[in-house]
Structures are given as structure tokens and as C-alpha cells.
């Protein structure tokens, strides 16, 4: 299973941007979907969560500005930020608990993207 991560990028405190995780590989299915961020010498912070049945669950320090999305047809989940502060600026992680066909469960992450939000 390999969770691929795209979409970071520079932007401008006050924009917008938007993440994308997609799972590939031998899944049976998927349930949690969620997005970690972190900066350097701290640890991973989790930033938004959702169910396979589309409950959310979002840090206090984004809610109102980041949704999270998520397409089980497709084994996506999408990240929506909105209003950027230059604190945002992180490397941003996807997660996903997936459930390998002829393995079982695990947890699996993307790569990280780079989000820098300049004031």
C-alpha cells in the first residue's frame, strides 16, 4: 500500500490550498483517512481526521479555516485550507488505517508536502 501526497506549495498568508492523499496498491478497505503536520525539532501534530462514514474531526487551531474531504471510490482524501497564517507553514502528512487484502490492518503514511505560508 502506498499513500501518495501532492498539492503543497508556497502561498501568501490569507490563501488558500489544497491537499491530496491517494491510496493505491491491495486494499480491501479504508477507515480512518487523516492529515498530520510538522515543523522542525516538534512532533507530529494531527490536524484533521475522517471517518469512513464522513464524520470530521478538526484541531482547534484550524477549525473554520481547513476541511477535510474524502472520495472511498477512489481511496482519496483531500484537504482544503483556507486562510493561511504563516504558523501553518509545515511539512503535511496523510494517514491512512487500511485494511490489506490477505494482510489485515495498518497504518500507512504519504510522503509529506512542504506548505510554507509567508506573511
Known amino acids: 500500500v502506498q499513500l501518495q501526497a501532492s498539492g503543497g506549495g508556497l502561498v501568501q498568508a490569507g490563501g488558500s490550498l489544497s491537499l491530496s492523499c491517494a491510496a493505491s496498491?491491495?486494499?480491501?478497505?479504508?477507515?480512518?483517512m487523516e492529515w498530520y503536520r510538522q515543523t522542525p525539532g516538534n512532533l507530529r501534530q494531527l490536524v484533521a481526521g475522517i471517518t469512513h462514514g464522513g464524520s470530521t474531526n478538526l484541531a482547534d487551531s484550524v477549525k473554520g479555516r481547513f476541511y477535510i474531504s474524502r472520495d472511498n471510490a477512489k481511496n482519496t482524501v483531500l484537504l482544503r485550507m483556507n486562510s493561511l497564517r504563516p504558523e501553518d507553514t509545515a511539512v503535511y502528512y496523510c494517514?491512512?488505517?487500511?485494511?490489506?487484502?490477505?494482510?489485515?490492518?495498518?497504518?500507512?503514511w504519504g510522503q509529506g508536502t512542504l506548505v510554507t505560508v509567508s506573511s
Open positions: 494517514k491512512a488505517e487500511v485494511n490489506v487484502k490477505g494482510s489485515g490492518w495498518g497504518d500507512y
Open positions: 496498491g491491495s486494499i480491501e478497505s479504508i477507515s480512518a
